[in-house]
């Protein structure tokens, strides 16, 4: 996969670009990654690369130009227009307070693309025609504003570099992580990645992460859950099932709304709650 970021403090990537799962994509080959400087694409002498907006208003918003011309320079993006069509194999994402949420689904279906170019907004925004014209997408990490959208590119970067089949020593791991509906199709048969036959883990089905314990199995008094000491795979299976479930209801309740729940499920979750009520009191 090709990765190009575009934005004005190139000199912020050197540092989440080149530890963990992304410097080893990297240096595989498995991900290229290119930071490009908004300033080098501008013609006056201040490298000017924002602007007062149209009709008045707070703070500065960038200038179109600049990333027109910078990813013109590219020579080899397809057509917005292309890129919008089902199936495209490219697409240029504008980071954005307004756009669509990030989550582990646009992630997965991001790292099945052959390119993506971030574009990293800044001060109050982007002048607009980027997104009508040149984006084919907007993209945020979260319902916050940040400075710019540096800090989001490289959340993007690495959500969607470990789903990249061999990113990730055993790739199987993504499967079973919170948040993870399902594997997604396109990544079905990939080299490496078990089916769906018994295992002792289970995927998150959406809902969040079950609780992981490692030796040693008594730390200060407190004990890993014999469950998981007693080789029984199916008990382990359930176990983990029903404390993903309690995880979700006390953090992320919003996950249940959106989660095919079996009716055991539905009779687990009121005694989940219950418990958790009574244990405020």
């Given amino acids: 996969m090709k990765i190009d970021i575009l934005t004005i403090f190139p000199d912020f990537f050197r540092g989440p670009l080149d530890y963990g799962i992304v410097r080893r994509a990297r240096e595989t080959g498995l991900v290229e990654i290119r930071i490009?400087?908004?300033?080098?694409?501008?013609?006056?002498?201040?490298?000017?690369?924002?602007?007062?907006?149209?009709?008045?208003?707070?703070?500065?918003?960038?200038?179109?130009?600049?990333?027109?011309?910078?990813?013109?320079?590219?020579?080899?993006?397809?057509?917005?227009?292309?890129?919008?069509?089902a199936g495209a194999q490219e697409s240029v994402i504008l980071l954005s307070a307004q756009g669509r949420r990030l989550d582990q689904t646009l992630a997965a279906e991001l790292s099945t693309l052959d390119r993506i170019v971030l574009i990293c907004g800044r001060y109050e925004g982007v002048d607009e025609r980027i997104s009508e014209h040149l984006a084919d997408r907007e993209v945020s990490i979260g319902d916050y504003v940040l400075s710019g959208g540096?800090?989001?590119?490289?959340?993007?970067?690495?959500?969607?570099?470990?789903?990249?089949?061999?990113?990730?020593?055993?790739?199987?791991?993504?499967?079973?992580?919170?948040?993870?509906?399902?594997?997604?199709?396109?990544?079905?048969?990939?080299?490496?990645?078990?089916?769906?036959?018994?295992?002792?883990?289970?995927?998150?089905?959406?809902?969040?992460?079950?609780?992981?314990?490692?030796?040693?199995?008594?730390?200060?008094?407190?004990?890993?859950?014999?469950?998981?000491?007693?080789?029984n795979h199916d008990q382990i299976r359930s176990w983990r099932h029903k404390t993903a479930l309690a995880k979700t209801q006390r953090n992320r309740p919003d996950l249940l709304e959106r989660v095919a729940l079996s009716e055991d499920d539905k009779k687990l979750l009121a005694q989940i709650k219950l418990a958790q009520i009574n244990e405020t009191r």
């Avoid at 960038?62 to 919008?84: D, Y």
């Fill in 150 to 231: 540096e800090l989001g590119a490289a959340v993007i970067v690495d959500t969607v570099t470990r789903l990249i089949p061999g990113a990730v020593g055993n790739q199987n791991s993504t499967r079973q992580e919170s948040f993870t509906e399902t594997w997604p199709e396109s990544l079905a048969g990939q080299p490496g990645l078990a089916g769906d036959g018994p295992s002792s883990t289970c995927v998150s089905g959406g809902l969040l992460d079950y609780p992981h314990y490692t030796r040693p199995a008594d730390f200060r008094g407190m004990a890993v859950p014999e469950v998981l000491m007693n080789g």
């Fill in 36 to 85: 490009h400087d908004l300033r080098g694409y501008t013609k006056d002498k201040h490298r000017t690369v924002d602007d007062r907006p149209f009709g008045g208003g707070e703070g500065m918003v960038l200038k179109p130009e600049p990333i027109f011309q910078c990813l013109e320079s590219f020579g080899n993006v397809a057509s917005r227009e292309v890129r919008l069509k």
